[in-house]
T-cell receptor, first 114, second 111 residues
Framework: NAGVTQTPKFQVLKTGQSMTLQCAQD?????MSWYRQDPGMGLRLIHY???????DQGEVPNGYNVSRSTTEDFPLRLLSAAPSQTSVYFC?????????????FGPGTRLTVT | SQQGEEDPQALSIQEGENATMNCSYK?????LQWYRQNSGRGLVHLIL?????REKHSGRLRVTLDTSKKSSSLLITASRAADTASYFC???????????FGSGTRLSIRP
């Protein structure tokens, strides 16, 4: 199993551009989530999904959209990039067999917005 | 705002010593987890303790939970260079839909 994969690893955007961060998992996990991590801080939850077709907002959802059309994929869309969105983005997945709590993380995408 | 706050923010110890880091949280939880993050990598789940448990062990890791004080501690015994990483606590709720992370403790092991 590849686990949780994220693409791209690095991305530089100009203010106002849009892009999609990709996340895929091959463990058939129902639960997927997106976090951002800023220097010296923990992870803040952006959006999450408990299954295909179901998404909900986390702590910091503004400026981001998600959709979940399949169990495997959970893309994160930046609608109009701002310098405040410069961060490292992590995708994670989990399953009810561990009560959704034990999350498996991808390697992260480092995004810089200039 | 973040639920869990780790203390200390940074910790440097000699190889072979024990490392203790603490986590405090604000509201009632269903469980508390600890994760490790090596530099430039994703987080790795270490251990989960449920709200009705007081202590849990996994190898060189020992986690305690005091729900009356809303706090938890992670003890790493006989530290090794490979333990150098950031450690995060994360709180889970009975709704099972959100897991909130703290700001982390950076642990450095000196040879």
């Amino acid at each position: 199993n590849a686990g949780v994969t994220q693409t791209p690893k690095f991305q530089v955007l100009k203010t106002g551009q849009s892009m999609t961060l990709q996340c895929a998992q091959d463990m058939n996990h129902e639960y997927m989530s997106w976090y951002r991590q800023d220097p010296g801080m923990g992870l803040r939850l952006i959006h999450y999904s408990v299954g295909a077709g179901i998404t909900d907002q986390g702590e910091v959802p503004n400026g981001y959209n998600v959709s979940r059309s399949t169990t495997e994929d959970f893309p994160l869309r930046l609608l109009s990039a701002a310098p405040s969105q410069t961060s490292v983005y992590f995708c994670a997945s989990s399953t009810p067999t561990v009560g959704y709590y034990e999350q498996y993380f991808g390697p992260g995408t480092r995004l810089t917005v200039t | 705002s973040q639920q869990g706050e780790e203390d200390p923010q940074a910790l440097s110890i000699q190889e072979g010593e024990n490392a203790t880091m603490n986590c405090s949280y604000k509201t009632s939880i269903n469980n508390l987890q600890w994760y490790r993050q090596n530099s430039g990598r994703g987080l790795v789940h270490l251990i989960l303790i449920r709200s009705n448990e007081r202590e849990k062990h996994s190898g060189r890791l020992r986690v305690t939970l005091d729900t009356s004080k809303k706090s938890s501690s992670l003890l790493i015994t006989a530290s090794r260079a490979a333990d150098t990483a950031s450690y995060f606590c994360a709180t889970g709720y009975s709704s099972a839909s959100k897991i909130i992370f703290g700001s982390g403790t950076r642990l450095s092991i000196r040879p």
